[in-house]
């Protein structure tokens, strides 16, 4: 079993940057695909960003430029550095580990493991 706690959310004016962290328990963290999800109210859940065990990195093209993923093994986190933000980033942000392939996917049902979520809050 691989548990996942986020954590980083808040509320942030237009413009500015929040860095959420999404830690993991289990020995084989560096074997997994992570990836970032968010969920606005009244929308369906989204793709944002996914990091593979190889360290390849796909975005959401409404993120990219401005979202950085990335992991830091040693503490079994994966990160999701978000700059730039915008009132259209309000939403829940779910953190989940893909651990069959490793591989970087945008599909959600993909995912194996979903954290609680931390909500982003972003104020015009």
């Known amino acids: 079993q691989v548990q996942l706690v986020e954590s980083g959310g808040g509320l942030v004016q237009a413009g500015g940057s929040l860095r959420l962290s999404c830690a993991a328990s289990g020995r084989a963290f560096s074997n997994y695909a992570m990836g970032w999800f968010r969920q606005a109210p009244g929308k369906e859940r989204e793709f944002v960003a996914t990091l593979s065990r190889t360290g390849i990195t796909y975005y959401a093209d409404s993120v990219k430029g401005r979202f950085t993923i990335s992991t830091d093994n040693a503490k079994n986190t994966v990160y999701l550095q978000m700059n730039s933000l915008q009132p259209e980033d309000t939403a829940w942000y779910y953190c989940?580990?893909?651990?069959?392939?490793?591989?970087?996917?945008?599909?959600?049902?993909?995912?194996?493991?979903w954290g609680q979520g931390t909500q982003v809050t972003v104020s015009s």
């Open positions: 989940a580990a893909e651990s069959r392939t490793g591989f970087a996917t945008f599909r959600y049902d993909r995912y194996d493991y």
